[in-house]
């Protein structure tokens, strides 16, 4: 059974902005957490951005910070990534994954989505 679901992507520009969603099933739903993760073609996967689902606690990577907002619709089971600004380099394929603790590693992640690309052009 799938339990994360990521749709939103579309072929955009640098510069454009783009809005990913990520729905969850009821079991992903009781993890404390949604994370957003991306990997670049022969990259390792990385963290993007993360937010609990209790109290809306967020964190995010370095290289988004100030471009990317993570969210989450608590009464949806959807976590949110808006994406401003975008730049070539992040170019990438965007999973997101549920886990039962605050910025595990990819490992400890119970769920995981099928994956979306999205890639930005010059």
């Known amino acids: 059974q799938t339990q994360l679901v990521e749709s939103g992507s579309r072929p955009v520009q640098a510069g454009d902005s783009l809005r990913l969603s990520c729905v969850a099933s009821?079991?992903?739903?009781?993890?404390?957490?949604i994370t957003w993760y991306r990997q670049a073609s022969g990259g390792g996967r990385m963290f993007v951005a993360g937010?609990?689902?209790?109290?809306?606690?967020?964190d995010y990577a370095d290289f988004v910070k100030g471009r990317f907002i993570i969210s989450r619709d608590n009464g949806k089971n959807t976590v949110y990534l808006q994406m401003n600004s975008l730049k070539v380099e992040d170019t990438a394929v965007y999973y997101c994954a549920a886990g039962d603790g605050w910025l595990l590693s990819t490992a400890q992640m119970t769920y995981w989505g099928q994956g979306t690309q999205v890639t930005v052009s010059s």
């Open positions: 009821e079991r992903a739903r009781n993890m404390e957490m």
């Open positions: 937010v609990r689902w209790s109290d809306g606690s967020t």
